[in-house]
């Protein structure tokens, strides 16, 4: 005799799909765009930006069961840190202690290969800290808050260390969504 437990199935599936394709995007993209009430020219940008794509792969690619969901509620955060949120969202001396501090509400979830993980966020850092650098300047003339202004984070240092991680824990694909050397020129949003 046969048992089965409602749901298995389904788990087994989702857990052995670890692709994210151009169709999974698509309805995310598609998701997002209803959601937020994008323009047709806010989905085409959200639709281009290897970031965004990036998080919404990240479950997909580590095999987490509830991918799908994940991928949702992780841009649901990013996009609304970036657009309305930005004064809650935004770098403070408090998220100083942890290079991942501003990231962890994009960092949860259920299942998944822990190294696919850790590379798509450590990915994902290494383009925040880069924005950092990038907006030094014109943080200093605003008077908004940069970890790197203020002596907290040693740029050289953190970048060192999240290239040599994310090449330690190398993920094919992962780099063809976005490969690392994507990430220093890259834009956060």
């Known amino acids: 005799m046969i048992v089965t437990v ?3 199935e389904l788990l087994s599936r989702a857990l052995a799909q670890k692709e994210f394709t151009e169709k999974d995007w698509d309805l995310t993209v598609g998701m997002v765009a209803q959601t937020f009430r994008f323009t047709a020219e806010e989905t085409d940008a959200f639709a281009a930006s ?11 690619l ?3 069961p509830d991918a799908r969901r994940i991928s949702l509620a992780h841009l649901s955060v990013y996009i609304t840190a970036i ?17 991942m501090s501003r990231l962890r ?24 800290v880069n924005g ?6 014109k943080d200093a003339l605003s008077g908004e808050y940069n970890p790197l202004n203020d002596g907290q984070w040693d740029f050289d240092a953190i970048s060192a260390t999240l ?6 824990i190398s993920n094919p694909d992962i780099e063809r969504i ?12």
Do not use: V
């Open 50 to 60: 290897k970031t965004a794509r990036l998080i919404a792969a990240i479950p997909y």
């Open 83 to 99: 657009r309305g949120g930005r004064e809650i969202f935004d770098h403070t001396p408090d998220d100083n202690s942890d290079i």
């Open 6 to 8: 409602p749901g298995i």
């Open 105 to 128: 509400l994009i960092m949860s979830f259920t299942g998944g290969d822990p190294s696919t993980i850790e590379h798509g966020m450590s990915l994902l850092a290494l383009i925040m």
């Open 178 to 189: 976005l490969p690392l050397a994507y990430a220093p020129p890259a834009l956060w949003n």
């Open 62 to 64: 580590a095999g987490c």
């Open 132 to 137: 950092y650098r990038r907006h030094r300047e």
């Open 163 to 168: 290239t040599k991680r994310i090449q330690e």
